[in-house]
């Protein structure tokens, strides 16, 4: 079967700019265009007739189809893949949405998480879309551990960071824990912990606790591994995914399957049911990805498309990301430039803290 690409390069040039006009169409108005409005607006001069010959050879070829016996046409997913991949033309951000990303910076006494809240909450108003910001790992280095019991069956543990910053979790310890096993599982940890962040020390605490058996006892030994055991479950990755604009999704459709399905999105992406699908995005390299509806697993049921591009640090290395969902009919040309905008800007504002 022949590719996308193969098949624009043996279009004529009549046939590309009707299916070039075809798909601009329905990207504004997310109506079927019809042979009517084409003729008024190609540059070569034909009839209805010979335009509606295009368009049925274009939907012979699966790029366009025809919703209604009488309607015109849309563009199928593979006809949508195939413009945004060769003839999507992308502008520049306009000036005034990039004073509105631009206005998130705040103050400098913002932590991480306030300002990607910021960002997000923007980045939805501007594209009218939902948002999505993939908050950085915290990767500082760890300079204190510590179990608090709180009560019979609940403790708390605290991680303070060579950045200021702390976490702290409630948790569920096992059954016998004494003052006296929650300050040796401490200060095992603490001799671990230093200079090393948390998922380095993660990395280590197997081998460290089969090596240095018989410096800790049974009791303490199950409150490291319970402990250290908050940080490596989903809870971690889900709270790092900032999801802004559910109901700018939800409002710009009238047909109620398609809400449900736009539901069904929205509870995944709450549930992180698939949060590891969406960490992947990340790590194909710098640059905006477009998916459109089933081309990502996360998106299939609800049939959005995802305008997404991760950022970086000062070292080049991708720490997170930022995208906008959306229906499949996106303003791909307006979206792109400011995901990517909004994508290096947090990768500025995120390295320029951590040099803090």
Known sequence: MSTPKAILSDMNDRTREVFRRVVEGYLT?????GSRTLTRSLSEKVSAATVRNVMQ???????????????GRIPTQMGLRMFVDSLLEVG????????RIDATLGTNDQDVASLLDEVGAALSVITRGASVVLAPKREAAIRHIEFVSLAADRALVVLVFADGQVENRVFVPPPGQTPSSMREAANFL???????????????????????????????????ESGLALWENAGEASERLIVRGRSNLID?????TEIERIRVLFDDLERKRDIAEFLNLT??????????????KLFSLSGSSLVVSPYMNADRKIIGAVGVIGPTRLNYGRIVPIVDYTAQLVGRLVSDRGKG
């Not at 108005?29 to 265009?33: A, L, R």
């Not at 520049?92 to 004073?99: M, P, R």
């Not at 197997?206 to 409150?223: C, G, K, N, V």
């Not at 790590?283 to 990502?296: L, T």
């Open 92 to 99: 520049t951000v306009a000036h005034e949405d990039q004073e």
């Open 57 to 71: 050879d274009l939907e012979y070829l699966g790029l366009l189809d025809s919703p209604h016996v009488s309607a």
């Open 29 to 33: 108005s997310g109506e079927p265009v």
């Open 252 to 256: 710009s459709v009238s047909d109620q």
């Open 190 to 224: 603490n001799a671990l912990a230093e200079g090393r962040t948390l998922s380095e020390l993660r990395a280590n605490m197997a081998r460290e606790i089969a090596r240095r058996r018989q410096e800790i006892d049974s009791l303490a030994r199950d409150l490291v």
């Open 283 to 296: 790590e194909a390299g710098e640059g905006v990805r477009i998916f459109i509806g089933s081309e990502n």
